[in-house]
């Protein structure tokens, strides 16, 4: 079986899930709203740019789950998916993911956002593999630190690899969907890398190496 990779943030989504979550914690009085809203912004701003310090922005961006216990964020977790999240899923995207199962594909969420925002979201793309940046837990709560390598830029080709070797798959006939050229790494090293809704850069460098662009809305 081919490995069918979808990035998430704006390929899958029609939005960001990290930067939602962080409104969702604003909207909801969990964190200090003017000071997160900006380095919520900030951050968000620095990735597209591709400028984005990954290990600040995971300081920043795991502090509220340190700060809260496991059924409190649970709970807020399952409001955000109704608020946040189905509106950003559409009817193209379930098609797409649709298509590669019906293809006998195996799918993969490969995304740099955290996996406690992002494991329900894979659960409702019925996606069985996700490869994410995991944030440390000790004792039932978040530590606030990263475990491991963080899933971003050159980190999603580390932690593919690392997952490959363990599931016995290989990257013959590989798909990748990414919409930003924080991915290029890995869209660089699959059999059919395709950019979907793609930033400036990204669709740039489509159009020179002759890759697939999707809209996918």
């Known amino acids: 079986m081919s490995l069918a990779i979808f990035d998430l943030d704006n390929t899958l989504l029609r939005g960001d899930s990290d930067h939602a979550w962080g409104r969702f914690l604003i909207e909801n009085h969990v964190v200090d709203g003017a000071e ?9 701003a620095e990735y597209q740019a591709g400028t984005l310090d990954i290990m600040e922005f995971l300081a920043f961006a795991l502090k509220p789950l340190a700060a809260h216990d496991r059924a409190s964020l649970d709970r807020w977790h399952r409001q955000y998916m109704q608020d946040k999240i189905l509106p950003m899923i559409t009817p193209a995207a379930r098609a ?12 993969v969420i490969i995304t740099a956002t955290n996996r406690f925002v992002t494991e329900p979201i894979a659960e409702e793309f019925n996606i069985p593999h996700l490869i994410a940046t995991e944030p440390e837990e000790r004792d039932g709560r978040f530590t606030g630190r990263v475990a491991g390598t963080p899933c971003y830029r050159e980190g999603k080709v580390t932690r593919l690899k690392s997952w490959m070797q363990e599931q016995g798959q290989t990257l013959q006939d590989s798909w990748f969907y990414s919409d930003s050229h924080n991915d290029l790494p890995l869209l660089s090293i699959v059999d059919h890398p395709v950019a979907v809704n793609p930033d400036d850069i990204l669709r740039r460098e489509a159009q020179q190496r002759g890759w697939q662009i999707l809209p996918l809305r």
């Open 36 to 44: 997160y809203e900006r380095e919520n912004d900030r951050y968000y």
């Open 96 to 107: 797409l993911v649709n298509l590669h199962r019906a293809h006998g594909d195996t799918l």
